[in-house]
């Protein structure tokens, strides 16, 4: 029998579809993998942030993908990346086969992410990283343009940076023991957890802090997931340490922070402890948080730009509670991902990335901008400073997180004093003051 040769001309373009795929525009929703630690503050950041974009953007009928309004479709997996990387491959691995996302945002601890962007690169999907601080994740971009480009640092800025501001805010409050309990010279006690992204902070901080007119006298390393810091801390009230540097993003957090208010060591405690960045810090420590500061993105009633009020004020509206650094999924996709994809008009992870990491854009927590390394190489890595990001220092006083820095903070000669909208004085826990007062 005679094949009509329209019927075969219908035949040819259905096999020329499923030969090349339909294009990027036909897509019927954007999918984006939202992949983090679900069961812990986290992950829960990484989803809320994300949900909350997928919302506003659903709510005005998609993005424009060329001629048509797609909208967005958020696949939530649990990476379990604190407890097994094996656990956070295979989550990224399913979320490329079995799940078909687009775009990637989320990822927190850098071993596991460094597997993960692997995956990630091997099918040339955009990964935007929201939590991992290691340099190497965009060193590999600079090193490996053609292979790594897919890759860009979503939050925070890198460790280097971080461990600057920390040594900053570390200045700022030695300062302020010095004058308020006439200590000529403040010891520094380090403790890190045991974690990747954390031995370049302890390499800088070993080398710094003697810079700073301060002596480190030991260094702790308690595991990410310990529930006892008794020994640490014995050692430590040993040591006749004024300040505690803290390098803690896991859950070790909570009971370190519970048992220097429990024991009333005499040390403040500034650097970083994410666990304190969240609103159930209070009750996770029964108040024995008091006066923990801590690095941090967002505090309630703290403008870092005409964005930030919006952003929290929405989110604790939204979930009850202040958005942790792990919610700026948030602005990278409301901010980052989403225009660059009506400029674009495809999904087309070349052409996206062409014009993401060349952007200059405004975010709640200051202002995002690709840097590219001393040899001009794209890095995909976050810019640090005054006019882009800087990020908080905040402290729990009495029960409220609040922002205490930057305060009147002069980053460098001819640069003007910066102090947010909405920060406070710095308090230094009474029992310490009693301490240093006899």
Not at 353 to 366: C, D, F, H, M, Q
Request: aromatic fraction near 10%.
């Amino acid at each position: 029998m005679k094949i009509p040769k329209f019927v075969l001309s219908i035949l040819l373009v259905a096999c020329l579809v499923m030969a090349i795929g339909l294009p990027a525009y036909a897509a019927k929703v954007i999918k984006i993998g939202v992949i983090g630690p679900m069961k812990f503050m986290q992950g829960k950041g990484h989803w809320n942030g994300a949900t909350m974009a997928a919302e506003e953007i659903n709510a005005k009928g998609g993005l424009w993908v060329g001629k048509k309004k797609v909208k967005i479709e958020l696949v939530k997996l649990d990476s379990n990346e604190f407890l097994s990387i094996i656990d956070a491959t295979n989550a990224m691995e399913l979320a490329i086969t079995r799940h078909k996302v687009d775009f990637l945002v989320g990822g927190f601890r850098t071993e596991a992410v460094l597997a993960m962007q692997d995956i990630a690169m091997d099918y040339k999907k955009i990964f935007l990283g929201c939590g991992a601080a290691h340099p190497e994740l965009c060193i590999r971009v600079a090193k490996d343009y053609k292979r790594y480009k897919y890759f860009f640092r979503g939050t925070p800025f890198n460790s280097r940076y971080l461990v600057k501001t920390c040594f900053i805010q570390m200045a700022t409050v030695g300062g302020i023991l010095k004058k308020v309990l006439g200590i000529p010279k403040v010891k520094v006690a380090i403790v890190a957890e045991k974690a990747v992204w954390v031995d370049p902070m302890i390499k800088a901080a070993k080398g710094f802090i003697p810079k700073m007119g301060m002596e480190v006298v030991g260094i702790w390393r308690p595991s990410a997931v310990a529930t006892d810091v008794t020994a640490e801390l014995s050692a430590i009230q040993r040591s006749g340490a004024h300040m505690i540097f803290t390098i803690l993003s896991s859950s070790v957090g909570i009971p370190f922070a519970r048992q220097v208010g429990e024991l009333k060591i005499p040390a403040v405690q500034v650097g970083i402890n994410v666990e304190a960045q969240k609103d159930g810090f209070w009750e996770a420590t029964q108040g024995m948080g008091n006066y923990v500061m801590t690095l941090n993105t967002y505090a309630r009633g703290v403008e870092v730009n005409e964005l930030t009020p919006r952003f929290v004020n929405t989110y604790i509206k939204r979930f009850g509670e202040t958005p942790t650094y792990t919610a700026d999924t948030y602005a990278n996709i409301i901010y980052g991902l989403a225009p660059v994809i009506e400029e674009a008009g495809t999904l087309d992870a070349d052409k996206i990335v062409a014009i993401l990491e060349n952007r200059e854009y405004a975010v709640p927590s200051g202002k995002n901008k690709y840097m590219k390394d001393a040899q001009g190489r794209h890095l995909h890595d976050l810019t640090w400073g005054p006019g882009y990001l800087t990020s908080l220092g905040v402290q729990w006083q009495d029960g409220k997180l609040v922002g205490v820095w930057p305060n009147r903070w002069k980053p460098a000669k001819g640069v003007p004093e910066i102090t947010y909208k909405g920060i406070v004085p710095y308090k230094i826990a009474p029992w310490i003051i009693k301490e240093y007062k006899k």
